[in-house]
Every structure is written in structure tokens, then in C-alpha cells.
């Protein structure tokens, strides 16, 4: 040690390797390689014909005593009782309609339909008549029919 300084060793440094951001690049590298190599594989699908589900067939029952009432786009009411023709009854002749049908049944039904493009304020009307009538078997149809079915 003859010669040196003590100072002057200490402003030298040893050379150190820091291994922590060599870890983040392979690491990084390796994600991008897994992800290259994923997006490489082709995604191969077969064709396969599904079955087609088919409504049920309402079976004819000439009991039905069951009240259709249709809405259609026009704000036109359509009234048919069970499997009958429908009719083409104005607002103002569904609530007394619906009391006598209530009057007359003792089991009442009522089925609120509606048209291709019918009005969803002309379904609540059908709907608050049917509930101000006291009948508590209603129901909403939801696929629509044709106009007058």
C-alpha cells in the first residue's frame, strides 16, 4: 500500500450487474412471444345446423271462454271471445264489455295482444280497463298476431 491513498480507492467503484431490470425485459419479451404465438393459430369452427324451435299448437277447445283483446297500430281494439271471430270495438266500449264478461264468467281470463306495430300506451289502456274490471287473469301474448285475429 505504498504509493496509494485511501482516498483514492474509495472513488473507485466495482462494476455490479443489476439483474432487476434484465428480469422485466425477459419477462416482457416472453409475454410478447406467448402472445405472437397465440394469434398465430388459426380458430377453426365447424358448421353445425341447430334445430329450430317451433311454437306450440294452441289446441282448439270450444269451452274456451278466454277474452282476446288486440291492439293494433292504428289504436284500434279488436274483441274475441274463445275461438270466435274477432270484432272491432271502440275504447270506450272495452270497459263495459269487460264487466259484463266478468258478471258473466266465473273463472274470467283476458289476453292482451298485439300487432306488428302496435302502441305500447294502447296496451296499458287494455291493461288498467282489465284491472279496473276486477279480473285478475290476464296475460300479455308475446308474439305478435295479425291485425283482427
Given at each position: 500500500?505504498?504509493?496509494?491513498?485511501?482516498?483514492?480507492?474509495?472513488?473507485?467503484?466495482?462494476?455490479?450487474?443489476e439483474i432487476i431490470?434484465?428480469?422485466?425485459?425477459?419477462?416482457?419479451?416472453?409475454?410478447?412471444f406467448v402472445l405472437f404465438t397465440l394469434s398465430l393459430q388459426r380458430i377453426v369452427s365447424l358448421p353445425v345446423?341447430?334445430?329450430?324451435?317451433?311454437?306450440?299448437?294452441?289446441?282448439?277447445?270450444?269451452?274456451?271462454?278466454t277474452i282476446y283483446l288486440q291492439v293494433s297500430d292504428e289504436g284500434t281494439y279488436y274483441w274475441k271471445m274463445g275461438q270466435g271471430s274477432a270484432d272491432l270495438v271502440s275504447a270506450a266500449e272495452i270497459p263495459?264489455?269487460?264487466?259484463?264478461?266478468k258478471r258473466s264468467e266465473?273463472?274470467?281470463r283476458v289476453l292482451v295482444r298485439g300487432d306488428t306495430k302496435a302502441r305500447f300506451g294502447?296496451?296499458?289502456f287494455v291493461l288498467d280497463e282489465v284491472r279496473k274490471a276486477g279480473i285478475e287473469q290476464v296475460s300479455v301474448e308475446t308474439v305478435t298476431s295479425p291485425t283482427g285475429r
Amino acid at each position: 500500500m505504498a504509493g496509494s491513498s485511501p482516498k483514492a480507492e474509495e472513488g473507485k467503484k466495482k462494476a455490479r450487474i443489476e439483474i432487476i431490470p434484465l428480469i422485466d425485459v425477459i419477462f416482457f419479451l416472453l409475454a410478447t412471444f406467448v402472445l405472437f404465438t397465440l394469434s398465430l393459430q388459426r380458430i377453426v369452427s365447424l358448421p353445425v345446423t341447430l334445430p329450430v324451435a317451433t311454437p306450440p299448437q294452441q289446441q282448439s277447445n270450444p269451452n274456451d271462454t278466454t277474452i282476446y283483446l288486440q291492439v293494433s297500430d292504428e289504436g284500434t281494439y279488436y274483441w274475441k271471445m274463445g275461438q270466435g271471430s274477432a270484432d272491432l270495438v271502440s275504447a270506450a266500449e272495452i270497459p263495459s264489455r269487460l264487466a259484463d264478461y266478468k258478471r258473466s264468467e266465473s273463472n274470467p281470463r283476458v289476453l292482451v295482444r298485439g300487432d306488428t306495430k302496435a302502441r305500447f300506451g294502447a296496451a296499458v289502456f287494455v291493461l288498467d280497463e282489465v284491472r279496473k274490471a276486477g279480473i285478475e287473469q290476464v296475460s300479455v301474448e308475446t308474439v305478435t298476431s295479425p291485425t283482427g285475429r
